[in-house]
């Protein structure tokens, strides 16, 4: 049986830093003790969140509510062949340890998704991506509590609906599944990854030839371009990178002849949301205690002792002027509570 706390201090549990409370939080390791948590829990009368580290969290007050954070462990080789192997993984791990361990062992394909923040169970959410590799690349399928049925049910790839940082967990089903576990399809032949300029460039100045080494290229380029949350308070990317109708953007590039593109499909290109945001004047702006990152604007700060709101608030200043400047409305990434 978990433990359920009652007034419990998150600020450790963001990485934003945010001294928000939850009115009950509980982190049961096995599914019996999160059904017994559940069993005859008013959603009702309280709602229900369920997290992992809080790295792609933005609690803009106290959670009046029950706050879940899977605890489930492990990292089992569950099956493999000539090519293959089907690793399944607890929720709780943390993601980057997981790739650490997957690469030590030879199961190749997560090593550019190096170092991002957060456990291994909130990873579909987003279908989490770095440097031209996605989670849907190398996943198998997911267990999950369907708390709508109260039992344990299963996601093949195809079922997840995966996009652009976007699954079926972050839209339709938002709120229904708590992930359990997760089992992820790995190469043993490693087929690296580099496509994403830096990351070769990186690579080959190191002299690398190995997964382990573009692991640490990876982890190089992401320490010497994103804030350390431990440091400076944040979530990563604040917005996504818009997807943009190519009759729009030929609008746009008449006044701005030099906006950057990549093609996403016929009809759509995407715009570097950092570019829309340095554009609009935002690039290292700051008020209060709160700002972009200078060396990447997506990246919104608490540079000490900013609440959600300030933060909010900031960010919606910023997403205001990219619309006013270029007609494009910025999409969250970061999860508001
Ligand atoms: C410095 C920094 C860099 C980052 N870089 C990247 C990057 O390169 N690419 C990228 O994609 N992301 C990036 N992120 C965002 C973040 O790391 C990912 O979104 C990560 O997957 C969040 O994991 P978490 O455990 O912290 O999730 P949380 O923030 O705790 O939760 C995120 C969302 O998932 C839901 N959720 C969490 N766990 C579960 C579960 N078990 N079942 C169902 N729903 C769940 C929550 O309700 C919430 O909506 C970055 C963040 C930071 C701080």
Redesign the pocket.
């Known amino acids: 049986m978990a433990i359920v706390h009652n007034d419990f201090s998150l600020q450790r549990m963001?990485?934003f830093g945010l001294n928000a409370r939850a009115s009950l939080f509980s982190s049961p390791e096995n599914i019996d003790a999160l059904s017994s948590i559940l069993e005859g829990y008013d959603y009702n009368q309280q709602p229900l969140?369920?997290?992992?580290?809080?790295?792609?969290?933005l609690f803009k007050t106290d959670f009046e509510g029950l706050i879940v954070?899977?605890g489930m462990k492990g990292i089992e080789l569950f099956e493999e062949d000539e090519q293959e192997v089907w690793v399944k993984v607890g929720?709780s791990e943390n993601?980057d340890n997981w790739i650490a361990v997957a690469t030590e062992n030879g199961w190749h394909g997560l090593e550019n998704?190096s170092l991002?923040?957060?456990?291994v169970?909130?990873?579909p959410?987003?279908?989490?991506?770095?440097y031209g590799v996605e989670l849907k690349d190398h996943f198998a399928w997911l267990d999950?509590w369907d708390l709508q049925q109260q039992k344990l049910v299963r996601f093949d790839r195809k079922e997840c609906r995966f996009g652009y940082?976007s699954s079926t967990?972050?839209n339709e089903s938002?709120?229904r599944?708590?992930?359990?576990h997760i089992t992820f399809r790995l190469d043993k032949e490693p087929h690296l990854q580099l496509d994403y300029g830096p990351v070769k460039e990186a690579f080959l100045k190191a002299g690398g030839t190995t997964p382990m080494e573009l692991r640490a290229a990876i982890i190089s380029i992401?320490e010497q371009k994103?804030?350390?949350?431990t440091i400076n308070g944040?979530?990563?990317?604040f917005y996504k990178n818009p997807l943009v109708d190519r009759a729009i953007f030929k609008c746009i590039r008449v006044d701005f002849p030099l906006i950057p593109s990549y093609p996403e499909s016929e009809n759509q290109v995407k715009i570097p949301a950092a570019w829309l945001i340095e554009k609009a004047g935002w690039k290292g702006k700051k008020v209060g205690n709160v700002g972009t990152w200078p060396t990447q604007p997506l990246?919104i700060v608490n540079y000490g002792g900013a609440t959600g709101q300030e933060i909010l608030e900031f960010s919606e200043q910023l997403r205001n002027d990219v619309d006013k400047q270029f007609g494009i409305w910025l999409e969250r990434?970061v999860?508001v509570?």
């Open positions: 963001n990485t969140l369920v997290m992992g580290e809080g790295s792609n969290i954070r899977p929720a993601w998704l991002i923040p957060g456990s169970g909130s990873a959410v987003q279908n989490i991506g770095a999950a940082r967990f972050k938002r709120g599944y708590i992930i359990t992401r994103l804030p350390d949350p944040n979530a990563g990317s990246v990434e999860n509570i």
